[in-house]
C-alpha cells in the first residue's frame, strides 16, 4: 500500500511539473485567500495579545464597569464604539462611582467620562478626546508625567492634563504647563503633560497621547451633562475579587432601583470592546479571504478537469494494463492535494510576511502560533480535497475503451 501510495506521488509530481506555468498560477489562487486568512489570524492575535499585556501590567486586581443595554451582540458592540450613540445611552453615573468607593476591598476608583469637543488654544482643534475622570485615574492607569502633575484635589477644578500629541497639535509645544485653554466656554489651566504612551488600541477605548483630562464633576457643569462610558477600579487584594464584582453589582443594582443594564468585568473579560470589535471585523474579513479561497478552489478544479480531458488517452491505457477506478482516482487526487498544498505552503509565507510589515509599522509585535499553522495546513488541504474530487471521479469513472480511441 505504502509503495502504491508512493507511486501515485510520485506521477502527482512528474504531472505537475510538465505544466510549471499552469501549477504555480494555480497555487497562487489558493495562496492568496490562504495569506489572506493568514494575515487576519496574525494581527487578531497581536491585538489581543497587547491588550492582555496593557491589562496584565496595570494587575490582576484591575475591573471595569461599562454600561449594557439589551441588544443583539453585533450592533450592542457597534454601539458601544460609536460614540455618538454610546453617551447618549450611558447609564452610569457620578453617584454609581461614590457608591462603589465606599464598597469592601476598594482601594481607588475613576470614571471616564468620553466626549468630543472643540478646544483653543494657541491654535484651535475642532475635534478633541475629553476625559472627564478623577485624581485616581492616574493611580489604577500607571501611566507616566512627562512634566507637571495630574489632576488632584488641592488643585483648582479648571486643571487640565493633556496628551503629548494634543499639547504639540493645541500649543506647538510638549511643555505647555500653565498655559490656557478654552472648553465650551470655560477656561481651564494646563497644569500636566503626559508622557507619550502610544497605545491607540487598549481597553479603555481611548487614545491618550491626543486626550484632555479635567475634572469629571468640573466636566459635568461645563457640558450640563455627563456621559460615563467606564469606571476603572483596583482592588485591594486579589483575594476575594469574585466576591468584590458581586458586591459591586449588588450595589449599582440596588442604587438604581434594581436596573442591571451594566457590565462587572475582570481578567481577560476586559478586553471587551476592543476585543469583541477585532472579532467582528475579523468574522468580515474571514469571509472575504472564504471567497478567494473558493475561487482558488474552482481554479483547482478547472485545471485539474482540463488535466483529464487531456490525458484521457493515458487514462485508457492504465486501466488497459489494469489500473483499477480508486488508482485513477488516488492519482489525480494527488495532484490536486499538491497544488493546494504548495498553495498553503506560498501563501502562509506571504501571510506572515506581510503581517511582519504592518508590524514594522504599528505597535503590535508579530503573533505567531501552531493553531495558525494547523488552519493554514488543514485549510489547503481541504480545498484540495473538495474541489479536486470531482475531477478525480470524472477521471476514475471513464470508459477505457472510449479513453484507448481518443487522441489530441
Known amino acids: 500500500m505504502a509503495l502504491l501510495l508512493k507511486t501515485h506521488l510520485e506521477l502527482a509530481k512528474a504531472s505537475l511539473k510538465r505544466n510549471k506555468a499552469r501549477s504555480f498560477l494555480t497555487c497562487l489562487g489558493i495562496s492568496i485567500g490562504v495569506a489572506a486568512i493568514i494575515l487576519i489570524l496574525s494581527l487578531m492575535g497581536s ?231 477585532l472579532s467582528i471585523i475579523s468574522g468580515v474579513l474571514s469571509i472575504v479571504a472564504g471567497i478567494s479561497l473558493i475561487v482558488g478552489g474552482i481554479g483547482i478544479m478547472n485545471i485539474m478537469l482540463v488535466s483529464v480531458s487531456e490525458r484521457t488517452h493515458e487514462i485508457g491505457i492504465r486501466k488497459a494494463v489494469g489500473a483499477s477506478g480508486s488508482n485513477i482516482l488516488l492519482q489525480f487526487l494527488f495532484e490536486s492535494l499538491i497544488l493546494s498544498l504548495f498553495g498553503g505552503i506560498l501563501g502562509l509565507v506571504l501571510g506572515y510576511g506581510l503581517a511582519f510589515a504592518v508590524c514594522l509599522v504599528t505597535p503590535f509585535d508579530p503573533y505567531l502560533s501552531w493553531e495558525i499553522l494547523l488552519t493554514t495546513f488543514i485549510t489547503a488541504l481541504s480545498v484540495g480535497l473538495i474541489f479536486g474530487l470531482y475531477p478525480a471521479l470524472k477521471a476514475a469513472n471513464k470508459n477505457p475503451i472510449y479513453s484507448l480511441k481518443f487522441f489530441r
Open 47 to 277: 491585538i489581543e495579545t497587547l491588550i492582555k499585556t496593557q491589562v496584565s501590567n496595570i494587575g490582576s486586581d484591575l475591573i471595569v464597569v461599562r454600561p449594557s443595554v439589551e441588544r443583539d451582540t453585533v450592533s450592542k458592540i457597534v454601539d458601544e464604539l460609536t460614540s455618538s450613540s454610546a453617551y447618549l445611552k450611558s447609564n452610569l453615573t457620578l453617584e454609581d462611582v461614590k457608591t462603589i468607593k465606599n464598597l469592601e476591598n476598594i482601594e481607588s476608583v475613576a470614571p471616564l467620562a468620553i466626549s468630543v469637543n472643540a478646544l483653543s488654544g494657541d491654535n484651535a482643534v475642532p475635534s478633541a478626546t475629553v476625559v472627564g475622570t478623577t485624581p485616581d485615574f492616574i493611580k489604577i492607569q500607571n501611566f507616566s508625567l512627562k512634566s507637571g502633575t495630574f489632576l488632584s484635589d488641592s488643585l483648582k477644578t479648571n486643571a487640565a492634563v493633556i496628551g503629548s500629541n494634543l499639547a504639540n497639535t493645541l500649543y506647538g509645544t510638549a511643555e505647555p504647563i500653565g498655559k490656557t485653554l478654552t472648553l465650551l466656554g470655560t477656561k481651564f489651566f494646563v497644569v500636566g503633560v503626559l508622557s507619550e504612551i502610544d497605545d491607540p488600541i487598549n481597553f479603555n477605548n481611548l487614545d491618550l497621547d491626543n486626550s484632555l483630562f479635567v475634572d469629571a464633576e468640573k466636566l459635568a457643569v461645563t457640558a450640563g451633562s455627563l456621559q460615563i462610558q467606564q469606571i476603572n477600579i483596583r482592588a485591594k487584594t486579589t483575594d476575594s475579587l469574585d466576591k468584590t464584582v458581586e458586591n459591586i453589582k449588588d450595589s449599582l443594582r440596588l442604587a438604581n432601583s434594581g436596573d442591571a443594564n451594566f457590565s462587572v468585568s475582570y481578567g481577560d473579560q476586559i478586553t471587551h470592546p476592543a476585543g469583541s470589535l
